[in-house]
């Protein structure tokens, strides 16, 4: 098994360009989770969705934020524009839905200049 | 969920245990306690997890005291891949509703 995927593993943008991540869940996971990551605030939770629909997306800090799942294998975290304070590391997981065992990806660190 | 206290930083010596003590007095009687570790630049990972007995597997042990206001997870013979932050969290039942909410966690050096 391969884990959780993300790409890219590394981004640099300039200000004002739109990022997009991705992620791909583990095999027969049915909920996924975007994390963010800063020394700041530790580690965030953003969005998560349960069977490709969107569960709770109170964390995702401004409509700057979009997160899609059109299906079972693949995920979006779209930036869009992004600034300075977006940069952070990304993580991504996926979990069986009810488990409390999350598996993370090795996430994306992103520096927005 | 209820909230955790850990010490924000922890030594150990190869081959010693490690005892990592986690504050959870608000914790409900339905909700479990969890622990995940995130070593430097990678994703977290998933350690155990218990309600009010005490758990075993291949990376650690969680001890879970009886009034459950706290928890200790033993790592029985430290080595220095097991430097890390440690997270100790506390979730409701197992339910596609419920989420994790990492703190601070401890960071744990081990040395040679």
């Known amino acids: 098994d391969a884990g959780v995927i993300q790409s890219p593993r590394h981004e640099v943008t300039e200000m004002g360009q739109e990022v997009t991540l991705r992620c791909k869940p583990i095999s027969g996971h049915n909920s996924l989770f975007w994390y963010r990551q800063t020394m700041m605030r530790g580690l965030e939770l953003l969005i998560y969705?349960?069977?490709?629909?969107?569960?709770?997306d109170s964390g995702m800090p401004e409509d700057r934020f979009s997160a899609k799942m059109p299906n079972a294998s693949f995920s979006t975290l779209k930036i869009q524009p992004s600034e300075p304070r977006d940069s952070a590391v990304y993580f991504c997981?996926?979990?069986?839905?009810?488990?409390?065992?999350?598996?993370f990806g090795p996430g994306t660190r992103l520096t927005v200049l | 969920d209820a909230k955790t206290t850990q010490p924000p930083s922890m030594d150990c010596a190869e081959g010693r245990a490690a005892n990592l003590p986690c504050n959870h007095s608000?914790?409900?009687?339905?909700?479990?306690v969890y622990w995940y570790r995130q070593i430097h630049s990678q994703g977290p990972q998933y350690i155990i997890h218990g309600l009010k007995n005490n758990e075993t597997n291949e990376m650690a042990s969680l001890i879970i005291t009886e009034d459950r206001k706290s928890s200790t997870l033993i790592l029985p013979h430290a080595t220095l891949r097991d430097t890390a932050v440690y997270y100790c969290i506390v979730r409701a039942p197992n339910s596609g509703y419920s989420t994790l909410t990492f703190g601070k966690g401890t960071m744990l050096l081990v040395s040679p």
């Open positions: 608000t914790i409900s009687g339905n909700e479990y």
């Open positions: 997981a996926s979990s069986l839905m009810g488990s409390g065992e999350q598996f």
């Open positions: 969705f349960n069977n490709n629909v969107p569960i709770d």
